[in-house]
């Protein structure tokens, strides 16, 4: 296999850290970059287990700052960009927008233009189901990759601004590239503001898990792993210029989901706490992958196999989200890849 040059970016976070470990081990002839700006999601002690090998490398350095990205790009010469790097948090995009605009949206083109002037093989941007809005009740209707983007959060938003950009570029320059739009993912190392590790880590904390609203909202969850696999197959196998939704064929709401949690944990629903909604809380969001399984791609995980192996890793690994809590780890980082602007 022909040595490639692969840019992750957001690699010290959720998925993209999933991904760089799943790639790193899965392909030693492949170099894997990750780039992360470790804000507060972002974290290395995930890959301490790889920091040592080979074809891993880290640049810490900023995807908005076009004066580190266009010399890091002229210089590396990646063969492939997989972009994860993003504020991701819906409620903080509903207090803090701006944040996300930057990120999201001009860290986007800045890499997209780095991208552009160096004959990358392609760019894979990975984006989220979030930008067609939402679904009502009725369980026949899903989101396909022909679905009008209607975002209505600033994140989703901003999500959806970056999906134009790429397409943009595709459109008009020819960078090769696919568009990924997943489901909600969870598993190992997801940060303990989203739902799923948040009500893991109350629970063990003997906390009260808040839930939005009448907590009837539904969600689609997807192993991270499962994603990983789904980009790995678009990388390789993706018609350039392709749009493909990421689903995990698993609806639930968040109700069902806590109480779920609570079983498993052995915890009374008197952890429930119900507190007031989330402003223009999206009621459902449900994805029909049949474009992906054409591809050959099918989760691995059932979402019962999933969630206990998540439970057991944060029971296993109560340091972890605990020094996150607490702030520990903001300047872990031991293998920097320096940067051009230090030669
Ligand atoms: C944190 C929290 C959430 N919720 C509700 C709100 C949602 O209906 C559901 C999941 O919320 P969460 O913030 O974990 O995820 P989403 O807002 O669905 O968005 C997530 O999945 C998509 C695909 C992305 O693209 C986002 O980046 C990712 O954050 O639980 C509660 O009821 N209580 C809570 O404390």
């Not at 990750?34 to 040592?52: C, F, P, V």
């Not at 792993?225 to 790995?232: E, K, L, N, P």
């Not at 049949?290 to 690994?317: D, H, M, R, S, V």
Request: charged share 20%; with cysteine; glycine share 8%.
């Amino acid at each position: 296999m022909a040595r490639k040059k692969i840019l992750v970016t957001g690699g010290a976070g959720f998925i993209g850290g999933n991904f760089v470990q799943y790639m790193v081990n899965k392909y030693p002839a492949y170099d894997i970059y990750n780039l992360d700006l470790l804000t507060y999601a972002g974290d290395l002690t995930k890959h301490r287990n790889i920091e040592s090998r080979d074809n891993y490398f880290f640049i810490k350095a900023d995807i908005a700052d076009p004066d580190t990205m266009i010399p890091l790009f002229d210089k590396e010469r990646f063969d492939y960009v997989v972009h994860f790097a993003a504020e991701s948090h819906v409620d903080r995009s509903i207090t803090d927008p701006g944040v996300f605009v930057r990120t999201n949206v001009l860290g986007t083109q800045v890499l997209l233009e780095a991208s552009k002037r160096i004959g990358l093989s392609k760019f894979i941007h990975v984006s989220t189901d979030e930008v067609y809005g939402e679904l009502d009740f009725d369980p026949n209707t899903f989101f396909t990759e022909d679905t009008p983007l209607q975002p209505n959060s600033p994140y989703s938003a901003s999500k959806a601004s970056s999906d134009l950009l790429v397409r943009a570029y595709y459109e008009t320059y020819g960078l090769p590239m696919n568009i990924t739009r997943c489901s909600n993912n969870y598993g190992p190392y997801q940060f303990p503001e989203k739902l799923i590790p948040l009500t893991i880590s109350r629970l063990l904390t003997n906390e009260k898990v808040p839930i939005y609203g009448d907590g009837k909202n539904i969600r689609d969850w997807l192993h991270v792993s499962d994603h990983c696999s789904a980009i790995d197959l678009i990388l390789h196998e993706g018609g350039n210029g392709e749009i493909y939704n990421v689903g995990g064929y698993n609806e639930l709401s968040n109700l069902e989901i806590v109480k779920m949690i609570m079983a498993i944990l052995g915890k009374s629903e008197g952890f429930i706490e119900f507190v007031p909604d989330r402003l223009g809380h999206d009621k459902r969001y449900a994805i029909n992958p049949a474009k992906l399984a054409e591809l050959g791609w099918k989760p691995a995980y059932t979402f019962e196999n999933g969630i206990g192996q998540t439970i057991l890793w944060y029971l296993e690994n109560k340091q972890w989200w605990e020094g996150i809590l607490n702030g520990e780890y903001e300047h872990y980082f031991s293998k920097q890849y320096v940067s051009l602007k230090n030669g």
